[in-house]
């Protein structure tokens, strides 16, 4: 009986706060919105509605600080998440002069839909001038994106780049990559260290028997390790160079989430549902 | 006098040996000094050492006005001179011979500068002794012998015989002493067609100063490589300080610019290393590389753009930002990737220095670069040797190790034979021919995927044959 006297009042009320807490919300929002949403520029998107949805902003916001880990399957991931960007502007990659890994082999990138002239290398041997260099990269906002492969980059340092991210409007990211992959796994479960909005983990991933005919086939576990109003989760990531559209026209490739046994890695899979 | 006596006199006299090289090399440092009353300067190592001392050439066509004529041109040489420690004479003349012979013969006492009246080079050399015009002591002794006493009596002479006894040398110098015969002096340092000098009251030693004086003299440099179509590529700032040493910052750029600010921008970073010294007296900026440049053409539609874009002021172009890290990183470090006819795979590509990409490109990417093979995404620009155990002849690897670490091959593709270039084979220098080499693409149980390849091919039924040997090439990613 009581209740009923009170309820219309309260649902009175209730919209009434729902509307204050509505304008609020939004004031908050645009307040802490990422530049890149400021300006209007579209995030980055995988391809994938799984991979787009795990991110608060429905993927990857440009002019902003991104972390990615891994071994050598990370280069791939970056190099493709790259190629998604379609820009023609050029692509700055700084990397050290003493690279355990190797040096980026152009015919390699191609399967990842990047064209090897677009990039410009920046080789250095001190961390300092790599780190001056892709700042300096940022802030001119010119290219279209800048890599940067340094490794234990401090807290401040990364949060100057994210303000130069900021500032010149450009997408910005952190790749560390490692040769084995127990390395690889120690770091995912490091602490955040950086200021980056997002950070991944990419290693590769064995092949189960069905899948193992093909010795080329781009295949990574990614996990996002770390993300700023998101929930870390970790999927098994397939890179596609070539798509095509319902017309049977070429377009630019897409990531896909590969389907997992479910008696494998079950632990991940309560997270995707509620996700998608 | 010799040693001996002057000991005799005063025993407490210290010898030193006559060291000619550090003379030279001190007296070329001063040819650079020298540099900012003219650019043209070169030492003089014609004269005799020792007696008549080192000299200094200095090509003052159109720059003495800057210093109020050639009298005070020379006089301020001998002035700065005497302040370095040296006993310095002065002498302007028409042609390089008059100018070496006024100035060690024609001077009287307690003259320092001699100005010869141009068009007077013949009157001038006249009364000298014929020594006066670069003979050596030979030949001099033989003119001697011959009454031939002054520079004038050759002047006039049949040149046959004088040919015939003294050589071709003694006309040539007559010749060039009176201008019948060019003589070129070619300069200490590059000379810059474009250049902009700035000399102060009083000498500078602050950074800023230094800054500020580049920016005006940028705008000057820029406004006449403007007016003659030409952009920099390399730039040259020398400051010279009182104490007659020189500082010397020098920039390069990918592309011709005339932007100021740009450029400055550059110099500046170079500003800290300048030692000011004593202080700078004189800055001379000079365009030591310059390349056509057209004037920029603004479209009409894209002009309003672009004033607006200008105001913002924060964009600037992809080649400035490369000029930047340039400058300050270092001349290799900035590069881009092209494709190379070739299929060996460290050769398919080589690294270029950054430029503007190629505009309208004839062929797709994946024909240029030989893509249709499965290649790494990072490459070992020196194979890493690996231990593998494989069957023979050519199976790909069960296991190898890499690194310390023992990999077990799960799923592996190839081989892929990439035969040694036929031009490449017994090559010069080299100890070995080249092999061929078989490629795999294997995948450990980790999921990693390596680019592995054997150099050489096992052959059967020779003992001697040596054993071929695995490498890791690549990483996939």
């Known amino acids: 009986m009581g209740q009923c006297l009170v309820f219309p009042a309260n649902q009175e009320q209730a919209s009434d706060r729902a509307a204050v807490l509505r304008t609020l919300r939004s004031e908050i929002g645009a307040a802490e919105a990422l530049r890149s949403v400021r300006h209007g520029m579209a995030p980055l998107g995988f391809g994938d509605s799984i991979l787009d949805s795990a991110l608060p902003w429905g993927g990857l916001p440009q002019a902003a600080l991104h972390e990615i880990n891994g071994t050598a399957a990370a280069m791939g991931f970056t190099a493709a998440l790259a190629s998604r960007l379609a820009s023609p502007k050029p692509i700055l990659w700084c990397r050290s002069s003493r690279n355990e890994t190797g040096s980026v082999y152009g015919p390699g990138l191609i399967p990842f839909g990047l064209d090897p002239e677009q990039i410009v290398f920046i080789e250095a041997k001190k961390k300092q001038d790599l780190l001056w260099a892709m700042e300096e990269g940022l802030r001119s906002g010119q290219p279209a994106l800048v890599i940067g492969e340094i490794d234990a980059v401090s807290l401040v340092a990364s949060r100057r780049l994210q303000l130069a991210a900021e500032a010149g409007g450009v997408t910005a990211f952190l790749l560390n990559t490692v040769v084995t992959k127990r390395i690889c796994e120690k770091a995912s479960t490091k602490s955040a260290t950086t200021v980056a909005l997002t950070r991944w983990v990419v290693s590769s991933e064995a092949k189960d028997e069905s899948q193992r005919n093909d010795a080329r086939r781009s295949q990574w576990r990614v996990t996002l390790a770390h993300c700023r109003g998101g929930i870390p989760q970790s999927w098994l990531v397939e890179w596609n160079h070539e798509g095509s559209d319902a017309g049977g026209k070429a377009t630019q490739g897409y990531f896909s989430v590969v389907a997992e046994f479910l008696d494998r890695q079950s632990e991940h899979r309560p997270r995707l549902q509620e996700a998608s | ?477």
């Open chain 2, 1 to 477: 006098m010799p040693l001996t006596d002057a000991r005799a006199l005063e025993p407490a006299l210290q010898i030193h040996e006559a060291d000619h090289a550090a003379d030279l090399a001190y007296l070329v440092r001063l040819a650079g000094w020298c540099s900012h009353y003219s650019p043209w300067t070169a030492p003089d190592v014609t004269g005799e050492v020792g007696e008549n001392g080192f000299g200094i050439w200095l090509d003052s066509t159109g720059c003495d006005h800057l210093f109020g004529g050639e009298e005070a041109l020379l006089s301020s040489v001998v002035t700065r001179m005497n302040d370095f420690g040296f006993r310095a004479l002065a002498a302007v003349a028409d042609t390089p011979g008059a100018a070496w012979a006024a100035v060690h013969y024609g001077l009287s006492q307690g003259e320092t500068v001699l100005v010869t009246k141009s068009g007077k080079v013949r009157d001038v050399l006249r009364r000298l002794p014929a020594a006066a015009l670069r003979f050596s002591p030979e030949v001099c002794s033989g003119l001697d012998r011959l009454g031939l006493r002054h520079a004038g009596d050759l002047f006039d002479l049949p040149r046959g015989p004088l040919v015939a006894r003294f050589g071709d040398i003694l006309i040539r110098r007559v010749d060039q002493a009176l201008g019948r015969k060019s003589e070129p002096i070619s300069p200490q340092n590059p000379i810059s067609r474009y250049r902009a000098r700035m000399s102060f009251a009083e000498p500078i030693g602050k950074g800023e100063d230094v800054a500020e004086a580049c920016r005006q003299l940028l705008k000057t440099l820029c406004q006449q490589l403007d007016q003659a179509g030409q952009g920099v590529r390399q730039l040259e700032a020398v400051c010279y300080r009182v104490d007659g040493s020189l500082a010397r910052i020098a920039i390069g750029t990918s592309r011709a610019t005339r932007n100021a600010p740009h450029l400055l921008r550059l110099l500046s970073e170079h500003f800290d290393s300048i030692d000011a010294g004593f202080g700078i007296e004189t800055i001379v900026l000079g365009a030591l590389r310059t390349d056509q440049l057209v004037a920029d053409q603004l479209s009409l539609s894209e002009a309003p753009r672009r004033v607006f874009r200008r105001s913002q002021a924060a964009t600037e172009s992809m080649a400035a930002l490369v000029d930047r890290v340039t400058n300050r990183v270092g001349h290799n470090s900035v590069h881009r990737l092209a494709p190379k006819s070739s299929y060996v795979p460290e050769r398919a590509m080589q690294r270029l220095p950054y430029t503007e990409p190629p505009a309208n490109k004839q062929s797709d990417s994946l024909e240029r670069w030989f893509a249709n093979r499965p290649r790494p995404l990072s490459l070992f620009d020196m194979p890493q040797p690996i231990e593998v155990v494989a069957p023979i002849p050519d199976d790909p690897p069960v296991l190898f190790r890499w690194r310390r670490v023992v990999h077990r091959v799960v799923v592996s593709g190839g081989p892929e034979r990439i035969g040694p270039e036929w031009w490449d084979a017994g090559g010069s220098g080299r100890k070995e021919d080249p092999l061929p080499r078989d490629y795999y693409q294997v995948e450990d149980a980790d999921g990693d995927r390596f680019w592995l390849y054997r150099s050489g091919l096992y052959q059967t039924g020779d003992a001697s044959a040596p054993t071929p040997r695995w490498y890791l090439h690549g990483l996939f990613s």
